[in-house]
């Protein structure tokens, strides 16, 4: 309720009494004037490659236990050296994905992408299954059973493996495929397995596309965030079973307990780089050095350098 009060006056124009606030990915270019509209505040644009890649490297440095491995339903926390995390390969599962390669702060490349992520997940769903939100649809793949769409190696096979090339017979040969040899039409399926094989399908493929990034690049860890996660097991568990899969047990996949927040949690810190990298000190904000800890799930991100009351911010960065 406060932004409009509380966004930052620009440090490299003092004399300029614009108030702007960071913000990063499309949405920082197609809200701009929304934004400029209803609370007066400029949005100040920062790189979304730059932004997730600032906010991963300070999770994985700052935060303890942040980065996790999801197999068979365990969960597993790893234990990051600072001095040994680069080179790593970043997947950023949001509407697309991105997939960049992290060689140290601020060096990165965008290596890789593919536009069946979690926009196709949630768009594919909605149509298919009538769902009204993206919570409804996660939690219908809960109960699904992707076997009823999906078309395994033991469907084609008469039951069995096709062991020769190793494929078991629980292998999906064709997501989707026993919609094509079924006489039957959408509204014979249940949304259920349809939301099950839909997840299904888009986890495994952004997990397989990811591990061939990582062994281009011979890149060991792959660490996968992004909005469409949201921590779900299934969701998790799939893509770690395609990066086993395909990597042979080579390569592991690793999860951030705030993956939905990189882009912002970069572009956060973007205040910092601009004031701290470009000015000389006199010029910076009362408001610096930011000062950063964690609890929990949640990251404390206090300005509150030697500022008076009324101009400390203490911003709160908590997943729902
Ligand atoms: N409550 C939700 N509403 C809509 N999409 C959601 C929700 N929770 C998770 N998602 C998933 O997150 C994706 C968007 O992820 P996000 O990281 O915010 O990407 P973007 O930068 O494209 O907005 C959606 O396509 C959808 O798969
Ligand atoms: C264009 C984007 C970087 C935008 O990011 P997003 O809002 O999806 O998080 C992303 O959607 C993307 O990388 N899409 C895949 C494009 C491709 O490489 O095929």
Same mark, same amino acid.
């Given at each position: 309720m406060k932004l409009h009060l509380g966004g930052f006056h620009d440090c490299t124009a003092p004399s300029s009494d614009k108030i702007f606030i960071k913000a990063t990915g499309g949405g920082a270019y197609k809200f701009a004037d929304l934004f400029k509209e209803k609370l007066g505040v400029s949005l100040d644009k920062e790189d979304e490659m730059e932004c997730l890649v600032t906010g991963a490297n300070f999770l994985l440095k700052a935060v303890h236990q942040e980065a996790f491995t999801y197999l068979d339903g365990q969960k597993e926390f790893a234990q990051i050296d600072p001095n040994d995390l680069y080179p790593y390969l970043l997947v950023n599962i949001g509407s697309g994905v991105s997939m960049i390669k992290v060689d140290g702060d601020g060096k990165f490349e965008r290596v890789s992408g593919t536009s069946l992520g979690g926009g196709t997940f949630w768009g594919l769903g909605r149509l298919l299954? =009538?769902? =009204?939100?993206f919570d409804e649809l996660l939690e219908l793949s809960h109960q699904g059973n992707n076997r009823v769409i999906d078309m395994l190696v033991g469907d084609i096979y008469g #039951?069995?493996?096709?062991a020769k090339i190793g494929l078991s017979a629980t292998t999906i040969a064709s997501s989707f495929g026993k919609a094509i040899s079924d006489n039957k039409g959408l509204v014979d399926y249940k949304p259920e397995d349809i939301s099950r094989s839909l997840l299904r399908m888009i986890s495994n493929n952004i997990g397989q596309i990811s591990y061939l990034n990582a062994l281009r690049f011979g890149l060991k860890r792959i660490f996968f965030a992004g909005f469409?996660? /949201? #921590?779900?097991a299934y969701t998790m568990d799939t893509i770690s079973v395609a990066v086993n899969f395909w990597s042979k047990g080579e390569a592991e996949a690793m999860f951030l /307990?705030?993956?939905?927040?990189l882009g912002a949690l970069g572009a956060f810190m973007s205040y910092e780089k601009q004031c701290l990298d470009g000015l000389t000190v006199n010029k910076i904000p009362q408001r610096f050095p930011i000062s950063v800890s964690s609890a929990g799930n949640k990251i404390y991100c206090s300005?509150? #350098? =030697?500022?008076n009351d009324n101009e400390s911010i203490e911003c709160t960065v908590y997943r729902t």
């Open positions: 299954t =009538k769902c =009204k939100n #039951g069995t493996d096709y469409f996660i /949201r #921590g779900h /307990r705030h993956e939905g927040f300005m509150n #350098g =030697k500022s």
